[in-house]
């Protein structure tokens, strides 16, 4: 399972789940059957309740779980927002 952690400025960590099949439409450059096999582990990770038990895992240590499927952009009652997948429009940027 694909999934990403932010502690807001507040201190509030959140959990957020972020399908394989998003992140690579989102960056681009994948196949096809790349992108429809990400798909599938996706719905198998649905159907076997995994996102369920990771969901109520979160809840138990006092964190919040975001599903990007549901909210792309987190926004935290502080008022902070921030975009799990926001690092996949970035240009790379060389190192020298």
Same mark, same amino acid.
């Given at each position: 399972?694909?999934?990403?952690?932010?502690?807001?400025?507040?201190?509030?960590?959140?959990? @957020?789940? !972020?399908? =394989? /099949?998003?992140?690579?439409e989102?960056a681009?450059? %994948?196949?096809?059957?790349?992108?429809?096999?990400?798909?599938?582990?996706?719905?198998?990770?649905?159907?076997?309740g995994? @996102?369920? !038990?990771? =969901? /109520?895992?979160?809840?138990?240590?006092?964190?919040? %779980?975001?599903?990007?499927?549901?909210?792309?952009?987190?926004?935290?009652?502080?008022?902070?927002?921030?975009?799990?997948?926001?690092?996949?429009? =970035?240009?790379?940027?060389?190192t020298?």
């Amino acid at each position: 399972m694909c999934w990403d952690s932010h502690k807001c400025k507040c201190g509030q960590l959140y959990f @957020i789940y !972020v399908p =394989k /099949k998003l992140i690579l439409e989102e960056a681009g450059g %994948f196949g096809s059957e790349m992108i429809r096999a990400a798909g599938e582990i996706d719905e198998r990770e649905r159907k076997s309740g995994e @996102i369920e !038990v990771m =969901k /109520k895992s979160v809840k138990k240590i006092g964190a919040k %779980f975001i599903d990007v499927r549901v909210n792309r952009v987190l926004r935290c009652k502080c008022g902070e927002t921030f975009d799990p997948l926001s690092f996949l429009s =970035k240009p790379n940027e060389e190192t020298t």
